[in-house]
């Protein structure tokens, strides 16, 4: 039973190869879109390929997204032309990537990514010596070019195989994506099984699809992906990390993330996930943080990956740094080995870059701040570079019961007054350093160990207090 159901699971299979029907071609009066909707850099790439003899499309995403009366964030176009071909008619494009080779074509404020056609082919097998495909069928290369029928076919779900020619102002449909978006469904084109196993990142985008268009996934797309859910065990961290940052600032995040816990591919990404949304608190205050960034998104303003992370990852930091104080490890160093411990862990399974640290850990370290009010202390924490996202954080923590509510607003109103109300707000100076100090040595000598933190200082305990 257990052989049976690893091979089922890892072992390569063969897929029937799918087949296009005849294109079906639809006019601008029947799909609705208009040549002045897409940015000047696509037609200029389109018109620049079809002077110099080469077919030329919109594809992808930004056609499905026109389709939906969306606002296309980027273009892809898509061609006969090869790789080289292409760089020779733009004179800035360049080459890159290796398993999938693609022009960029860059202008003044936009970049247009270049495909060349690639040919259809049934899944790869892992006894198949070419290189294309590693052991459990994933493909490493597909750089073999073909036809626009073809292309079509080899992509990954339907709506996103549509082409668009900005020149006749015509659609052409291989697969009935023009239907299925229609339908609003996410359908897998071919075998979905296969097409998995070619690529198991196609699960989570299929999640995120669905969770941003508000999308159903069709039940033959869905079905293989709680068994192949493992999969995603065998794909590179650094393009996972890739995928979530689409997913978690679609403007759909929330979504996304109870889409994935919905098809368990949660569990190899961010495990986290099952604890934060068993824990009422932990779960309050991650949802809120998710809100807040669909909203932020929806209003058209800036997002940042490190608050986000800091938020996904702060509830695990804290109980971490709570078990180290309780073994008697000082706060402060407490804090600092709990900080790296939860991102060293969850850098196993989703490679959040290492530059992002410092600014997570500034956010996590600034917390205990805002409870010190005095004059030193809250101009020092005023005058911080980073002051704003760590008291937009606090503030956040405190509307989800997590921080003080009080000091929430007592922060709100100190940054924005005149000088004289900041001075009449300020609460009396801590105690002197010194005397701070001789009292802890007086406690350590009489066993009492080091002095943790009050309440007030601690993280995660402000709203119960």
């Known amino acids: 039973m257990i052989k049976k159901f690893i091979e089922r699971v890892f072992g390569p299979k063969k897929a029937r190869k799918p087949t ?17 909707e897409l940015s000047n850099a696509a037609i200029s790439v389109c018109e620049g390929l079809h002077r110099a003899g080469y077919k030329a499309f919109v594809v992808g995403g930004a056609v499905r997204d026109l389709l939906l009366g969306r606002h296309p964030k980027d273009y892809d176009v898509a061609t006969d032309a090869t ?7 733009f004179r800035r494009a360049r080459i890159i990537g290796r398993r999938f080779k693609l022009v960029h074509v860059m202008f003044r404020d936009e970049t247009v990514e270049v495909s060349t056609f690639r040919a259809n082919h049934p899944a790869v097998d892992a006894d198949e010596k070419d290189g294309r495909a590693d052991e459990h069928g994933r493909l490493l290369r597909d750089n073999v070019y073909g ?14 195989a549509l082409f668009y020619d900005p020149e006749s102002e015509e659609v052409w449909d291989y697969v009935n994506g023009f239907a299925d978006i229609k339908k609003q469904r996410v359908v897998m084109i071919g075998d979905p099984t296969a097409r998995y196993r070619e690529d198991p990142v196609r699960m989570l985008r299929a999640a995120r699809l669905a969770a941003k268009l508000g999308f159903m996934i ?18 590179p961290t650094a393009r996972l990390f890739d995928e979530m940052l689409k997913l978690l600032f679609s403007g759909h995040a929330l979504n996304g993330i109870e889409k994935l816990r919905s098809l368990g591919l949660h569990a190899g990404i961010l ?41 996904l990852f702060w509830w695990p930091m804290v109980q971490r740094w709570r078990a180290l104080e309780a073994k008697g490890v000082r706060s402060l160093q407490a804090m600092h080995e709990s900080m790296d411990d939860v991102l060293d862990i969850q850098r196993k399974t989703l490679a959040v870059p290492r530059r992002l640290d410092p600014l997570i850990k500034e956010l996590w370290l600034a917390q205990p701040r805002f409870a010190h009010r005095s004059q030193k202390q809250a101009f020092r924490t005023l005058t911080h570079p980073r002051f704003r996202a760590s008291y937009d954080f606090y503030a956040l923590r405190a509307e989800a019961d997590d921080a003080d509510k009080e000091i929430a607003a007592w922060w709100e109103r100190f940054q924005f007054a005149d000088p004289q109300t900041q001075e009449s707000m300020l609460l009396p100076d801590d105690e002197p350093k010194t005397k701070k100090r001789r009292r802890r040595k007086r406690k350590a000598d009489e066993g009492g160990g080091e002095v943790a933190m009050n309440s007030a200082e601690a993280p995660g305990t402000e709203g119960a207090s």
Not at 20 to 36: N, W
Not at 83 to 89: A, G, K, L, M, T
Not at 284 to 303: H, S
């Open 271 to 311: 495990p986290v996930l099952d604890a934060l949304f068993n824990d009422p608190a932990a779960k309050a205050f991650v949802v809120l943080a998710l809100q807040r960034t669909d909203e932020r998104i929806a209003q058209d303003k800036g997002v940042s990956p490190p608050f986000l992370f800091a938020a």
């Open 147 to 160: 036809n626009q029928a073809e292309d079509a076919i080899r992509r990954d779900f339907t709506m996103n």
């Open 83 to 89: 790789p080289e071909q292409v760089r020779s008619v």
């Open 218 to 235: 069709d039940p033959a797309t869905e079905a293989p992906i709680v068994e192949l859910a493992p999969l995603l065990d065998n794909v």
């Open 20 to 36: 296009a029907a005849k294109e079906r071609i639809f006019a601008q009066a029947e799909h609705g879109i208009r040549r002045e």
